[in-house]
């Protein structure tokens, strides 16, 4: 029998609002007690991903209770962290209309000490920063949509103010708790800001453990882009609109090349690996389930490589979660709450995301080191 949360009994079983926790939250997940002194469940995968997913849900109800005017007694997004003893640090707003993209969710001690929990859970995050994706109400739909053309015509979110700000706030929750108790997890348009901020933190030595949902995938973009004769000369006035991306590719290179400078000494550099949670019939993220192709040096004219032996696959980018549910529609695919439904049914994808890949290969390939040739020396 599922387990019932506290929300659900104070609510007396009376029906609630659609996004209320006890409505729509996970069923199946108990709050921490004092047993998580022995045994976390945050140990579990399961578990750590269907907390996340909430924390994530409550970005999402903290915009939507700031346009509602909810006071903080009627507000629905504290009830999606209260249960697992995490407190609101922070919320990210975006200065241009004023809306909430994002929060900073700290442990909450003083909680957990009421329920004599005397410690943090092993493996319990000190703060996650969750963000949310498009949200199709008036007071932030455009602004919304602004960062997902960009997306799609630069492939980078680096241009927009709310990347900045992300930037910003994950770097002070680092310097204050550590990389290794820090969390960075985002949906839809919010996972494409987790992981470009996340690659940028690592790019600087920084890895920060992160989760992506429904992430928005390039190849989306690329697709786009061929549609047709007519459409490509609207996306051409579309792009002439948009700041040029040349800065951000220098930028790249740059941050790269800090790369090559602090492992040119020989030594192996530590990878970040984050985690991607995809649907087959979502087609904003099918994509990232497109297995990479094997990096084999072949000779020119022959399918045979140069060493006679076929090369092995690299070491994986992400760890690619893929859900196995069957063709669904796709608001139901791309939805936020399937991440915590009771019969979801995961697989870990065993091949390389050739997307992911693409996309975190200035990480990680670095080019060979070549030291500069000494002057010659002119004779007679």
């Known amino acids: 029998m599922a387990k019932r949360s506290v929300e659900e009994i104070s609510s007396g079983g009376k029906e609630g609002h659609p996004y209320a926790f006890h409505v729509s939250g996970p069923r199946n997940v108990s709050s921490p007690n004092w047993r998580e002194l022995i045994n976390s469940s945050w140990k579990d995968v399961n578990y ?42 922070q919320v990210l707003v975006d200065e241009r209309d004023g809306s909430i993209f994002g929060a900073i969710l700290e442990w909450d001690r003083s909680a957990a000490l009421a329920d004599f929990i005397l410690m943090r859970p ?14 199709l109400k008036s007071l932030t739909i455009r602004r919304d949509m602004e960062d997902d053309l960009r997306f799609l015509a630069w492939e980078s979110l680096k241009g927009s103010v709310r990347f900045s700000v992300t930037l910003k706030a994950l770097k002070s929750i680092v310097e204050k708790y550590g990389s290794c108790n820090v969390c960075i997890a985002g949906h839809s348009l919010g996972a494409g800001f987790a992981l470009q901020v996340g690659k940028a933190l690592a790019k600087q030595g920084v890895f920060v453990e992160t989760h992506l949902f429904n992430p928005p995938s390039v190849s989306l973009a690329m697709s786009l882009r061929s549609i047709g004769e007519k459409a490509g000369v609207v996306w051409k006035r579309f792009k002439s609109m948009l700041p040029s991306n040349a800065e951000m590719q220098t930028n790249e290179e740059l941050e790269t090349q800090k790369i090559i400078t602090n492992v040119g000494g020989g030594g192996e550099m530590k990878k970040w690996i984050p985690y991607l949670y995809v649907n ?29 032996k076929e090369n092995k696959d690299p070491d994986p980018a992400a760890k690619l979660f893929v859900m196995s549910k069957g063709k669904q529609k796709f608001l139901e695919a791309h939805g936020l709450q399937q991440w915590w439904s009771d019969d979801l049914e995961l697989q870990l994808a065993v091949h390389n995301s050739k997307l992911i890949t693409k996309q975190l290969q200035s990480l990680y390939n670095i080019p060979s080191y070549s030291p500069p040739l000494p002057p010659q020396i002119k004779l007679g």
């Open 122 to 135: 092993s493996g319990a995050p000190k703060a996650v920063l969750a963000l949310r994706g498009t949200l």
């Open 48 to 89: 750590r991903r269907t907390v996340i997913a909430c924390f994530i849900q409550a970005a999402y109800l903290l915009e939507l209770d700031r346009q509602e005017n909810k006071p903080e007694a009627t507000a629905l997004a504290p009830k999606w962290w209260m249960p697992f003893k995490y407190k609101l640090a």
């Open 280 to 308: 087959n019939s979502d087609y904003i993220c099918c994509y990232y389930t497109n297995p990479a192709e094997k990096m084999a040096d072949t000779q020119a004219g022959s399918g045979e490589s140069s060493s006679g």
